[in-house]
């Protein structure tokens, strides 16, 4: 489960404080799936970036009594000097997984070939994202945390990320960005629309799907 208590977020623009998660409460039960909607500049990254604990709220805490992923569809959790095999042995031994196991999952999972074992730094971002996938499949995390996942590679590499998100999601949560209504649908049991600092929570993914696209209008 993962509690956001009294989470408060703001950035200073042009001068003035810019509210940008206004004293959000909410418990994310462990077998939900959060859609966080809004439009662009909501703070939906910024609420992605809060729970993975990469970015420090003003005010309030995120708890957890799980492991919680980096956001998936990022980068950040991968040093660009090292190679595809070094940073996936690095988070094995960092995650406590074992490492040949994990190793060989995100060598066939990615598709890499020789890459795999080239500097992060020559991958083009197609390469990074399938590895840092391959990466975060191959960990069973409490919480995923998703951020347009799915909208990389080709058609195939779609079908079997879908394939293998949807078996990892078995029992688990996950607070999912996606600009695709169809994959909300697809993945969401549950909705947080955000606008000017505040969130509007839903148990009817539908619902929340309309007031997002009322907002986008």
Same mark, same amino acid.
């Given at each position: 489960?993962?509690?956001?208590?009294?989470?408060?977020?703001?950035?200073?623009?042009?001068?003035?404080?810019?509210?940008?998660?206004?004293?959000?409460?909410?418990?994310?039960?462990?077998?939900?799936?959060?859609?966080?909607?809004?439009?662009?500049?909501?703070?939906?990254?910024?609420?992605?970036?809060?729970?993975?604990?990469?970015?420090?709220?003003?005010?309030?805490?995120?708890?957890?009594?799980?492991?919680?992923?980096?956001?998936?569809?990022?980068?950040?959790?991968?040093? @660009? %000097?090292?190679?595809? $095999?070094?940073? /996936?042995?690095?988070?094995? +031994?960092?995650?406590?997984? &074992?490492?040949?196991?994990?190793?060989?999952?995100?060598?066939?999972?990615?598709?890499?070939?020789?890459?795999?074992?080239?500097?992060?730094?020559?991958?083009?971002?197609?390469?990074?994202?399938?590895?840092?996938?391959?990466?975060?499949?191959?960990?069973?995390?409490?919480?995923?945390?998703?951020?347009?996942?799915?909208?990389?590679?080709?058609?195939?590499?779609?079908?079997?990320?879908?394939?293998?998100?949807?078996?990892?999601?078995?029992?688990?949560?996950?607070?999912?960005?996606?600009?695709?209504?169809?994959?909300? @649908? %697809?993945?969401?049991? $549950?909705?947080? /629309?955000?606008?000017?600092? +505040?969130?509007?929570?839903? &148990?009817?993914?539908?619902?929340?799907?309309?007031?997002?696209?009322?907002?986008?209008?």
């Amino acid at each position: 489960m993962i509690r956001l208590d009294h989470l408060t977020k703001s950035f200073r623009v042009q001068g003035a404080r810019k509210i940008v998660i206004d004293d959000l409460s909410l418990d994310i039960p462990t077998g939900m799936s959060l859609a966080l909607l809004g439009r662009n500049g909501a703070g939906k990254s910024t609420l992605l970036q809060l729970i993975a604990g990469t970015l420090r709220p003003d005010h309030g805490r995120v708890l957890t009594d799980g492991a919680v992923s980096w956001q998936i569809g990022q980068g950040n959790a991968f040093h @660009r %000097e090292l190679t595809g $095999a070094q940073n /996936v042995r690095f988070l094995a +031994r960092l995650y406590g997984v &074992d490492t040949a196991e994990m190793s060989a999952f995100v060598r066939d999972f990615a598709e890499l070939g020789a890459h795999f074992h080239m500097p992060l730094r020559s991958y083009s971002s197609g390469m990074k994202s399938r590895l840092t996938f391959g990466a975060s499949m191959a960990i069973p995390f409490d919480t995923y945390l998703i951020d347009e996942v799915t909208a990389v590679g080709d058609a195939r590499f779609k079908r079997k990320s879908l394939a293998v998100f949807k078996d990892r999601l078995k029992g688990r949560s996950a607070v999912f960005v996606s600009h695709q209504m169809k994959q909300v @649908r %697809e993945f969401c049991n $549950a909705a947080l /629309v955000l606008e000017e600092g +505040r969130a509007h929570f839903f &148990d009817d993914v539908d619902a929340a799907i309309e007031m997002h696209q009322d907002l986008m209008r």
